[in-house]
């Protein structure tokens, strides 16, 4: 297993899944091996609550003993706190990351938005600590730069954001994975 994964695909790809597979296999190469979830959703809705109460169900029959660390917005401080060699980290998953960060969602919920300038600093502390992490991490995120050009100013630089930070996180990852139809397809 590499040090580190990116796994990027669309919705429904089969991602999550992919890496809750290879946190399994993780567990069983080897004993004193732990392995946690970084979930970075926030449920701002009642759709958002029911799909990470099926991200946990499916994922506690896939991925027994699997921790879960709830963080959506200081990513470098879990890689900081909980790698270890003997612990694989799953972060699912970017995009999420990006949209706590970048979103004017977070407004209508009594939630201030970040200034721009700290998304940028949060993101090269991301990167800082995913290259020194002394654990194995797999990486989650959505490739949304696929479809059509949004129309909207703001999800316009919401998919450019993400495409530059795929792109970043690609070229400090050992593995690249691209996920479609559920199976995998190894880019690096």
């Not at 609550?49 to 099926?54: K, L, V």
């Not at 972060?91 to 970040?114: I, S």
Request: net charge positive; hydrophobic share 50%; proline share 6%.
């Amino acid at each position: 297993m590499p040090r580190t994964e990116l796994i990027v695909g669309g919705q429904k790809s089969g991602k999550s899944r992919r890496a809750e597979l290879l946190a399994r296999d993780w567990l069983a190469g080897a004993a004193g091996r732990e392995a946690a979830l970084v979930a970075t959703g926030q449920a701002w809705d009642a759709e958002m609550h029911a799909r990470i109460a099926r991200h946990q169900r499916d994922r506690a029959e896939r991925v027994p003993g699997m921790a879960t660390i709830e963080e959506p917005r200081d990513l470098a401080a879990v890689l900081a706190v909980h790698s270890a060699p003997h612990r694989l980290l799953v972060v699912d998953c970017l995009t999420l990351w990006l949209t706590n960060w970048l979103m004017p969602a977070m407004e209508e919920h009594g939630q201030k938005k970040p200034p721009a300038q700290s998304w940028k600093a949060q993101d090269a502390l991301f990167l800082k600590a995913l290259s020194q992490a002394p654990g194995p991490v797999i990486l989650v995120s959505n490739e949304i730069g696929l479809g059509v050009i949004p129309l909207g100013a703001d999800v316009r630089a919401f998919v450019d954001a993400l495409g530059t930070l795929n792109q970043q996180v690609a070229a400090a990852c050992d593995r690249v994975t691209l996920m479609a139809a559920g199976l995998p397809l190894q880019l690096k």
